[in-house]
């Protein structure tokens, strides 16, 4: 491969320089753009949900007393409910309609009387064994299996009937008043997957200013570096300043700790990926230059060895010759 000039190689060099830069700043904002994505995915508010403590949050407002209390919900019955399939499916209901009006999109129309009544009779048996552990064993004792049962399913039955459903929830949430349609793109994959092509376009402009002897892939593994920093700093800024945020917010700073374990967690994924594919670009460049560039460079500096031309020097004379040559020389001196 023909070495550029060197006037070609320091353009190319300042042009790489500018598009490593946008590579950069699109690549970090398609992170960015990725975790608000991700944090409203369904299963990521669902797992936000399941980490709040209720109790700790609501406590007082809920009734809650503690298992020695003698009046209120006891809390380890709130916190074993909410890890019942029934309150999973309800929350994961709710949480998909919302998830579908902040992205525009269809709300799904579930949660109805009947939906409610036939997920009570799934986990019934969940259920019940809930009722056996917290209620009052004199209580307990008094019925039978099949009228615990029975109770139970009345009695929640009638608490489900209470439920609006998912096109319910989101009307009162008023998501569509709430947030503008404009922003809506910043909640769905779309802006992510456009800036991710971008980057595509870039490191692929970055290859074609850089590609002799592959120093494309160095050029765009270092930009991945840089862009990996700072994740990486922004990961490690929040870890610094959330936890100042919470001092200020009392009780409801367990929101924000479910939170930023959200968060945090979202940027490390990408910081991984970045790091790794850093690695796998600068390996390549190794690896080809070695396993390439190197050996054409042996190859072309024997091959000039072999062509270069042979210099003839002069012979010097015998020492025969020499003495033949003096005489001859006396003789005609002589004469």
């Keep these: 491969m023909k070495k ?8 190319t060099g300042i042009f790489a320089t500018i598009f490593c830069i946008l590579f950069v700043l699109v690549s970090f904002t398609a992170v960015l753009t990725g975790t ?50 029934f309150a999973k499916t309800v929350i994961s209901s709710y949480t998909e309609g919302i998830v579908a009006a902040v992205k525009g999109e269809e709300i799904p129309d579930s949660l109805s009387e009947t939906e409610l009544l036939q997920l009570i009779d799934d986990n019934l048996d969940d259920l019940v064994g809930m009722v056996k552990e917290y209620a009052p064993e004199e209580a307990v004792q008094e019925l039978s299996e099949e009228e615990l ?6 009695g929640i039955g009638e608490f489900a009937k209470q439920l609006p459903t998912v096109k319910e929830v989101v009307t009162m949430a008023k998501v569509e008043e709430i947030i503008p349609a404009e922003a809506k793109v910043l909640f769905g994959p779309t802006l992510t997957i456009s800036l991710a092509v ?22 765009i593994g270092v930009s991945f570096v840089i862009t990996a920093l700072l994740v990486g700093a922004l990961s ?11 001092a200020g917010m009392g009780e409801m700073g367990a929101l924000l700790d479910t939170g930023a374990l959200i968060i945090t967690g979202q940027l490390n994924t990408a910081l991984i990926v970045l790091v790794v594919t850093a690695v796998l670009f600068i390996a390549g460049y190794i690896v080809l230059y070695n396993l390439v560039v190197k050996k054409k460079i042996a190859a072309a500096a ?12 002069p012979v010097e004379a015998s020492a025969e010759e020499s003495v033949v040559e003096a005489e001859e020389v006396k003789e005609e001196t002589a004469e």
Excluded at 305 to 311: D, R
């Design 4 to 11: 550029p000039h060197i006037a070609v190689r320091i353009i």
């Design 36 to 85: 608000v994505s991700s944090m409203t995915q369904p299963k990521t508010i669902v797992k936000f949900v399941e980490q709040i403590d209720f109790v700790e949050i609501f406590g007082d407002a809920m009734g809650v007393s503690d298992s020695s209390g003698e009046s209120g919900i006891p809390a380890e019955l709130i916190n074993e409910f909410k890890e019942t399939e």
């Design 149 to 154: 049962k029975s109770f139970v399913k009345e």
């Design 198 to 219: 971008v980057a595509l376009v870039l490191a692929g402009i970055i290859y074609a200013l850089r590609f002799w002897r592959f120093g494309g892939f160095m050029w």
């Design 236 to 246: 490690f800024g929040s870890g610094m300043i959330l936890p100042a945020i919470k």
């Design 302 to 313: 024997a091959q000039a060895k072999i062509e270069e031309p042979v210099v003839e020097l």
